[in-house]
């Protein structure tokens, strides 16, 4: 439903008797505007929109003037005069007939209007046209609660508009130095969105008077009209004497092939907008919003929340906010990135593992892998500063309050869109109960303790099974998760050893990269292939629960398909992370998978390149596929199909399509709403804060990313999709939960990639502990030296056991047999009195990092915590226009009263002197 009580409502206000003194209403014209549509259901029009109906010719006949425009664009019934509100479309061929006749025969009479057309391209094909008369809207919108202007509203502008004002002077001098109108809309070309500057209230017929209406065929926009139309066709019977309703089940059952409310035209125009001005708010949003020339502008968010609905409208909003804000983490990042190419010829450590020829190091896998010496593995060193350097925790700790700052500014961007948006009152428990749950519990009632009206309820017992039995299908899923990233483990430990034995030396040499690349894209495979299982398995358990409204089925979905999603995507991340090459053992004593596959062990420079090799890999190739899926894939559908028509119709002959059947050709808006492009965004931004200790470069990739997404999904709403349905929210759901949890989990996990795969601890250990620089309080590059002698200990090759003793002797390095070889790890040499024990300085840098963890995360969560205490979720000037509103209504509710009391007394007055004049 559309808001919480039947007063008027701003803010946090409520207003109970809304009758305003000065409320500007063309009363006079409400009464003597007609709509004088006629049901003329019988008729199957051929649908040539080139020809005068009958009816229209009646009407031009009678003296009412109907526009010859409204009868040859394909957005009105054939009188001209009844604008389209709806289509639904079947095929004369489907069987489902009786149904479809039971359904239309209710929604005549529920009062709504019918027209029928045949297809121009498909004669098998018809549209059913809806139009609801204004008897019908009003009506159900006072039952929907739909909240609609009532009174202009008085602005009251803080002191802060205009200090804004002249940063905005200032801003204006240095526009010559970039583009045009930078980040700009050019207000010149949008419309006046008069709903914004005005008091709302739930629409009621009785209180008509009070409501701002200058014509009754405009009052409802279309959006508002279509919303109507859905709802009362949701709650329609399609068998009589069963309780089966609804167009969604019909839709299912494929009684109608779809259903959707019209465009308002074409995107396109022959003139330019800004000496013509805009064909249609489509042409506008277009204009200003989907083409790709106004990558650099802001959104027309108004303009997109009128046009397409708040839910919609908010996603952008976010969408926007998200990606201005990954600005300053791209930037960092990138700096990070920069530092570690600038530091690379001073680093220590790549230069003395550049200079290890001497160090020779024990093979990575069983028989077929040889020796090599530590300078084979000079270029990965390098990579490796490249992103683990001396600024990487600095910027671990910024990712973690960036995150917190994000989240707390959206708070207070949300409240000024709900407020802007009229949205403030608006309450999840007021949403319309889903026609699925009627359905089912109809014969259990409760009273709501809201409305104080029954509505249909279900047992805490049977909620209980039906959660228990999800849980359980949840925790499946997952299960076959990690049975897929083991799939993956052995796939790396298998194939490691049959690229060390490949013919080709470019492959043979870099066995591990190869073994790391082949499970990285396998794993994308393996992860697309699923997402499609997850859906229809999510599906399946969200409609066995059985939620009450749309909101909780919405939530409930989304957190089933981001956990599947969450563990799909990121479960070989965090494998690579925090378990490649922590459990193998040693050399002569490896642990091994099954008894049988040595575990597969870190490169020599480290494991940092497997986790940026995993995520650069995944995160590129997501994007790429998502983009192209939800661009690409709409149009060379829609390519084919118009290259269907114009193979049919012959490419001489130009034929003029109506609107409906232009819609028709487009694609459906995916059945789960904005599910796919939240996700799509939600899973990007943890990558770019999960590890980001290991990837800094993510947080440049997602904004490039987000820059083409913002235009991408635009122009595919606007140009390739038909029009959703128009629906309301007061905010991203459940996604500002995950977003939250996403943003603690990264805190964990950048604190153990730092203390665990990086070698940052080890090197910090090194330097104050062991190194030359030992006890005098330095850190540089100086007393790093010797620090990779340190970190690798000895083990003699007759120590092998027989399946894992190489077939090579190294003699090719030195011209003898080796006796002795290197490996990373913390041990004694084989000749002490404990061979192959851990050192003592493998208990110090264990130390080290359970400390740095424990530091890090409290540090991290007290500075979150602080910032989310220090933010007000409500911004000063908007809560002051909150106030001075509430007076002003207030002022309103005494003038208001004043006014009834003072007619009442008159009246009474008048009728106390026509009662003493009638007395003989």
Known sequence: MEASSSGISNGKTKVFHPVAKDVNILFDELEAVNSPCKDDDSLLHPGNLTSTSDDASRLEAGGETVPERNKSNGLYFRDGKCRIDYILVYRKSNPQTEKREV?????????????????????????????????????YAEQMNVRMPFRRKIYYLPRRYKFMSRIDKQISRFRRWLPKKPMRLDKETLPDLEENDCYTAPFSQQRIHHFIIHNKDTFFNNATRSRIVHHILQRIKYEEGKNKIGLNRLLTNGSYEAAFPLHEGSYRSKNSIRTHGA???????????????????????????????????????????????????????????LYGVTTLDHCQVSKEVCQAIDIIMCPVCDKYCPFMRLSDSCVYAKVTHLFDNGATVFFAVFMAVWATVFLEFWKRRRAVIAYDWDLIDWEEEEEEIRPQFEAKYSKK???????????PYQAFADKCSRLIVSASGIFFMICVVIAAVFGIVIYRVVTVSTFAAFKWALIRNNSQVATTGTAVCINFCIIMLLNVLYEK????????????????????????????QFVNLNSSTFYIAFFLGRFTGHPGAYLRLINRWRLEECHPSGCLIDLCMQMGIIMVLKQTWNNFMELGYPLIQNWWTRRKVRQEHGPERKVSFPQWEKDYNLQPMNAYGLFDEYLEMILQFGFTTIFVAAFPLAPLLALLNNIIEIRLDAYKFVTQWRRPLASRAKDIGIWYGILEGIGILSVITNAFVIAITSDFIPRLVYAYKYGPCAGQGEAGQKCMVGYVNASLSVFRISDFENRSEPESDGSEFSGTPLKYCRYRDY??????????GYTLQFWHVLAARLAFIIVFEHLVFCIKHLISYLIPDLPKDLRDRMRREKYLIQEMMYEAELERLQKERKERKKNGKAHHNEWP
């Open 103 to 139: 359904f239309e025969r209710n929604i005549r009479a529920e009062g709504l209007q019918m027209e029928k057309e045949s297809s121009l391209i498909n004669s098998d094909i018809i549209f059913v046209k809806l139009h609801a008369p204004w008897e019908v809207l009003g009506r």
């Open 279 to 337: 064909e249609n708010h489509r042409h506008l949003l277009y204009e200003c919003w989907a083409s790709w020339g106004v990558w650099y502008k802001y959104q027309p968010l108004d303009l997109v929340r009128r046009y397409f609905g708040e839910k919609i409208g908010l996603y952008f909003a976010w969408l926007g906010w998200y990606t201005g804000m990954l600005f300053p983490a791209a930037f960092i990042g990138l700096f990070v990135f």
């Open 445 to 455: 009632e409760r009273m709501n303790p809201i409305s104080g009206k029954p509505e």
């Open 537 to 564: 398995v999510a599906l399946l358990l969200t409609n066995l629960e059985q939620p009450r409204t749309e909101s909780e089925w919405e939530n409930s979905f989304t957190l089933k398909m981001f956990l599947f």
């Open 827 to 836: 041990r004694d040499p084989p000749h002490s009195l404990v061979p192959y």
